[in-house]
T-cell receptor, first 118, second 113 residues
Framework: DTGVSQDPRHKITKRGQNVTFRCDPI?????LYWYRQTLGQGPEFLTYFQNEAQLEKSRLLSDRFSAERPKGSFSTLEIQRTEQGDSAMYLCASSTGLSTPISYNEQFFGPGTRLTVL | SQKIEQNSEALNIQEGKTATLTCNYT??????LQWYRQDPGRGPVFLLL?????KEKRKERLKVTFDTTLKQSLFHITASQPADSATYLCALVKDTGRRALTFGSGTRLQVQP
């Protein structure tokens, strides 16, 4: 399967614990995005990487959230001291930046990691 | 404030009919607009992109229109099938040069056999 993969698919944790999610983008894609989605809503942007550089961060990304993409390939999203309000589906997406017009931005999404904070 | 609005009520139609979904936006000047399909428990899947200088884009049974004056995009599925039942999301970027997508809340389509 050459699509975007995410691990784990489901995570249940207790309030106050730290969690880390992993995303493996499509191999030739140099752009990687994290979104969060709650029930009945569309995905909300969290952060964006081009290669290993984190170029955009949403105000939604509080101090408890950190994302990395150390070698410009896979990415991790860590949430420290989880709160019940963090319960959501965390989606990763990737897109190509090679020789595409600046306005072209089709994103390929992974299956998501569903986080439940008890 | 910037808003993207999609009809939050589910759209129920009979198989074979044309489904029309609406996406309205305010206080954006998007260079392009995208439509995605999302099935329960899965990530969104890209369907179509339409640029600001395009009035209409087609792909098989799908058609998207983009009216930058009305600040509206319409998404049509002709000859709908039960397999088309899903949530459809519209998305755009806030500013030219930005990469992050801002999504509407989606409209759930249910096609009855």
């Amino acid at each position: 399967d050459t699509g975007v993969s995410q691990d784990p698919r489901h995570k249940i944790t207790k309030r106050g614990q730290n969690v880390t999610f992993r995303c493996d983008p499509i191999s030739e894609h140099n752009r990687l995005y994290w979104y969060r989605q709650t029930l009945g809503q569309g995905p909300e942007f969290l952060t964006y990487f081009q290669n290993e550089a984190q170029l955009e961060k949403s105000r939604l990304l509080s101090d408890r959230f950190s994302a990395e993409r150390p070698k410009g390939s896979f990415s991790t999203l860590e949430i420290q001291r989880t709160e019940q309000g963090d319960s959501a589906m965390y989606l990763c997406a990737s897109s190509t930046g090679l020789s595409t017009p600046i306005s072209y931005n089709e994103q390929f999404f992974g299956p998501g990691t569903r986080l439940t904070v008890l | 404030s910037q808003k993207i609005e999609q009809n939050s009520e589910a759209l129920n139609i009979q198989e074979g009919k044309t489904a029309t979904l609406t996406c309205n936006y305010t206080n954006y000047s998007p260079a392009y607009l995208q439509w995605y399909r999302q099935d329960p428990g899965r990530g969104p899947v890209f369907l179509l992109l339409i640029r600001e200088n395009e009035k209409e884009k087609r792909k098989e049974r799908l058609k998207v229109t983009f009216d930058t004056t009305l600040k509206q995009s319409l998404f049509h599925i002709t000859a709908s099938q039960p397999a088309d039942s899903a949530t459809y999301l519209c998305a755009l970027v806030k500013d030219t040069g930005r990469r992050a997508l801002t999504f509407g809340s989606g409209t759930r389509l249910q096609v009855q056999p």
